[in-house]
Nanobody
Framework: QVQLVESGGGLVQAGGSLRLSCAAS????????MGWFRQAPGKEREFVAS????????YYKNSVKGRFTISRDNAKNTGYLQMNSLKPEDTAVYYC?????????????????WGQGTQVTVSS
């Protein structure tokens, strides 16, 4: 199995940027697809972005397209989520997730491994 640890969250003003990192250990990172999800208080966990094993395919939630970029560096066993032009509605706990398959990538059930989450707060 693979262990995931997120970092890079924090407090930022609207319009600002943050880069989240997801460090993987335990197994060969390149064997896993990766996704980012977020969960705001009182809301369900929702899909943000996903990336294929080699990084040649990426998918995004409509509301973050053009502002967020998902990427990965398999040599460093690390995935990233670059978030620009942040809005207050982006405030949530952000989780990275991994799975061997790229099937139900839009849904939490499609991922077997999860990090502990990192808080992102965007002030207006």
């Amino acid at each position: 199995q693979v262990q995931l640890v997120e970092s890079g969250g924090g407090l930022v003003q609207a319009g600002g940027s943050l880069r989240l990192s997801c460090a993987a250990s335990g197994r060969t990172f390149s064997q896993y697809v990766m996704g980012w999800f977020r969960q705001a208080p009182g809301k369900e966990r929702e899909f943000v972005a996903s990336i294929s094993w080699s990084g040649d395919r990426t998918y995004y939630k409509n509301s973050v397209k053009g502002r967020f970029t998902i990427s990965r560096d398999n040599a460093k066993n690390t995935g990233y989520l670059q978030m620009n032009s942040l809005k207050p509605e982006d405030t949530a706990v952000y989780y990275c997730a991994a799975d061997r398959d790229f099937l139900d990538y839009l849904w939490p059930k499609g991922y077997d491994y999860w990090g502990q989450g990192t808080q992102v707060t965007v002030s207006s």
